[in-house]
């Protein structure tokens, strides 16, 4: 959206540098950007419910006798995810859901399925 604006306002600034073809395909990129925008609100209900889990997981047998390895991926999985939900309105749904996603595949590493959501499960 923002480039097919700017794009627009450069053709304003300059009209002798562009003809009528110019002007009517920035105003159909920036109508299909408007179209584009959703504006739904960015769920972190999901992120934040696994990182509130973070330390029943870690004081569990599962975790404690994990390799090393697996304990480290896990940790890093909640430390990405809570730099995503400190950073309010940087980051899309896509970044929540892709932290959720690293977060339930070391639950199933770790043989913790107890914590991953039922759904998951079926």
Not at 64 to 88: E, H, P
Request: glycine share 2%.
């Amino acid at each position: 959206y923002t480039d097919a604006i700017s794009t627009g306002k450069d053709i304003l600034a300059n009209p002798n540098n562009y003809d009528q073809v110019d002007v009517d395909d920035a105003v159909t990129a920036i109508q299909n950007a408007q179209k584009a925008l959703t504006g739904k609100e960015t769920n972190k209900t999901e992120l934040q419910d696994a990182i509130d889990q973070a330390s029943t997981v870690e004081s569990s047998n599962n975790y404690t006798n994990a390799d090393a390895n697996l304990q480290r991926a896990y940790t890093d999985a909640i430390s990405a995810g809570q730099t995503v939900l400190s950073n309010d309105n940087r980051h899309h749904q896509r970044q929540l859901d892709r932290n959720y996603l690293d977060w339930q595949e070391c639950l199933y590493q770790l043989k913790l399925h107890q914590y991953m959501p039922f759904e998951l499960l079926q």
